[in-house]
């Protein structure tokens, strides 16, 4: 697909054709700007024959408000897939966050982004397509770009899809594309370790965020698979790597869930295993998700808890919950349009 190409890569494509430079110049652009092939006015129909069967064919398919300004939209692909993505309007700009599998299969307990597995990976080009989309949606163009941070912590395991993210990281930070910088740009994993080395070897500036919920293997275990294949100490032992290879502070997210991870002891064990290490922790209450059964904490519940974690020299903050009436959390919104179709399918 063409979005999944640089400028480079671009004028190759168009040279092969044995068509000149600026053709390839133009493509890029429409691509940039999310214009759909027949928006396109500047190319002849035989040219956009010829690219038909590569053009992006990602759409809108959807978009839902929340009453705090948050806005989530459905993106809907050439195979009919859908992810959704979350726009986040902050006082510094607008904060995009970005799917990067349709579906996931790292089984979490909490999450609703895996209840029914992997479907695919998404392309380079179709996780680039999200952000040029929604950059459309806000006015934007190939040269107006309005979003200025991204977060690939939309459906999927960004480390699960490898090469396709860091390609994606290429194309989005490229000044040849959106030109977003690297440092705005957050990458969350469930703690793939051996791709966490890989990720440092890319010598990228983004911050690397780590999905812990967790201060004991067993009690991780219970909600995240993957605690299986690599224990707590590896996770935090490659974040240190990353932080020396990188310099970048690295960020934990903490989801609460009441019984499970929220008492005084995590509190001292979480403080014993970042001991040394440049980390932020950020609390999340649990956004409950209808099909599991896990309960969330308080918000107060969730100050305290981050109280007693900068009591003890950790820095912590209480995430904002945003979008909570659209089905703000990761995968909701897909499930719920997913088996609402399922009921529509059956009436049919
Ligand atoms: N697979 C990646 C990124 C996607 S999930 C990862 O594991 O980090 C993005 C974040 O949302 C993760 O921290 C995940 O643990 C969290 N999350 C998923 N479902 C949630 C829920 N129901 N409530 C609160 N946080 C949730």
Redesign the pocket.
Known sequence: MLSDLTYLEMCDYVKKLGLPAFRGEQIFNAIYSAKKLEEITNLPKSLKDIIESDYPKYKVANKFVSKDGTQKFIIEFWDSNIVECVLMKYKYGYTL?V??QVG?R?G?K????TLNGLARNLSSGEILGQVLLINKELGGSEKNRQITNL??????????NFDNVCKFIDLVSSSKGLNISQRNIS?????LVDKIDLLAQKDYNISL?????ATLDEKRAEV?P?ANRYSIKEIVDACRRYYDKSHRRVYF?Y?LIKGVNDSVEDVKRLRNLVKGLNVHV?I??????KE?S?K?TTRLEAYKFADALKEVGVSATVRRTMGEDIEG????LRNKIMRENKVKNNHN
Do not use: K, W, Y
């Open positions: 966050c799917s990067t996931c790292m979490c909490f999450c609703a982004s977060v690939l912590m939309g459906s999927g395991e960004p480390l699960d990458l969350s994993t469930c703690g965020t780590i999905s812990l919920h995240m993957i997210e989801t950020n999340i209450p649990l956004n409950e998700v599991r896990l969330g959390a990761c995968g909701q």
